[in-house]
């Protein structure tokens, strides 16, 4: 399954940092997509709004304020779910992905994988 990690970080102290570490360490295929150069888990954090076709879930580490850009590349991807995580909840993005047939969870990615809830 791969996971697109949307607000990706070099920066240790953020939760997308941890989550891209996590989503490695527990087998997953990750692309970390952020808007500043960088490296985390050994990948490179990519600039360019790549067009992946086989992108399992999004999860989300961009507040709300910051969402309404990336919504078409988002729904592009056509992923199975969306993850909101603590603090990106958007019911506006909720709907257009649920209107594209796309599951949305308010959920962290952390406590999912360390609690084996991930892949459902």
């Not at 990106?88 to 959920?107: F, M, V």
Request: one cysteine or more; charged letters at 25%; glycine letters at 8%.
């Amino acid at each position: 399954m791969k996971t697109l990690v949307l607000g990706a970080t070099d920066n240790p102290d953020r939760y997308a940092y941890r989550a891209v570490h996590s989503l490695k360490r527990y087998g997953h295929e990750v692309v970390p997509v952020g808007i500043r150069k960088g490296q985390v888990a050994g990948l490179d954090i990519r600039l360019d709004r790549p067009q992946e076709t086989d992108i399992d879930t999004v999860t989300l580490y961009v507040g709300p304020q910051n969402q309404p850009g990336w919504y078409d590349y988002i729904l592009s991807l056509k992923p199975r779910r969306i993850i909101f995580n603590p603090g990106t909840e958007n019911p506006e993005l909720e709907q257009k992905a649920q209107a594209a047939g796309i599951q949305t969870e308010e959920a962290c990615t952390l406590v999912m994988l360390s609690v084996g809830q991930y892949e459902k």
